[in-house]
């Protein structure tokens, strides 16, 4: 066992798997030989890594979260608690579908909140935050706040996370924004 990372002694990491430096790996989770994880993550108790899995560094992973064959999570990306992914978009218990698997990509610095299901398929944006129990099922945009059910955007957020006013400034970093068409971009400072 590599000795640059955590595993709880109830953790079953199958042989093959990669697991970055300094990630810790909680109570009852089981991480599949294919998977990837960088470094610096954590995953919470109860997690499930599947096979083919790519998880970036610094990924937060929360209890009772399945990642399933075809997710890629980029750096910087947030699980929340019980959170789904999907990965075939019509299942059936008699019909074998795993040559059906769709890409889900979740871009750096992404937030999924608590509870909220991402249908297989899409792709959500850098920093987005997707609120805790929505179902997500199209693409989303870079910094869009997402809720309901289905998700739709109903503002915008800050790499910090923060909810972002009419001036479009981040009320813990200042950091500024444009809005560019659909399109929210920071403005960048020469400071």
């Known amino acids: 066992m590599n000795n640059n ?3 709880h002694e109830t953790a079953v990491i199958d042989e093959g798997a990669k697991i970055g430096s ?3 790996i909680w109570h009852f989770s089981h991480v599949m030989g294919t998977a990837e994880i960088g470094p610096k993550c954590v ?3 109860n997690v499930f890594v599947g ?3 790519k998880l ?3 990924v937060k992973v929360q209890n009772n979260v399945s990642v399933y064959e075809g997710v890629v999570c980029e750096d910087d990306v947030f699980l929340g608690p019980s959170m789904v992914f999907t990965n075939v978009i019509n299942p059936r218990s008699a019909i074998e579908r795993k040559n059906e698997f769709k890409t889900t990509l979740v871009k750096k610095g992404a937030t999924i909140g608590a509870n909220a299901t991402i249908i297989c398929g899409i ?3 850098e920093y987005c935050f997707v609120g805790a129990g929505a179902v ?3 693409d989303v945009t870079p910094y869009a706040l997402m809720t309901g059910v289905p998700a ?3 503002g915008w957020v800050s790499r910090a996370g923060n909810v972002l006013g009419d001036d479009l400034i981040c009320p813990e970093t200042g950091e500024k924004y444009n809005l560019a068409g659909e399109f929210l971009e920071l403005i960048k400072n020469d400071l």
């Open 51 to 53: 096979s083919k899995v």
């Open 43 to 45: 995953l919470g108790q």
């Open 22 to 24: 300094g990630t810790k």
């Open 136 to 138: 997500v099922t199209k």
């Open 5 to 7: 990372y955590y595993a």
């Open 152 to 154: 739709r955007q109903t």
């Open 56 to 58: 970036g560094n610094n």
């Open 123 to 125: 792709t959500l944006g």
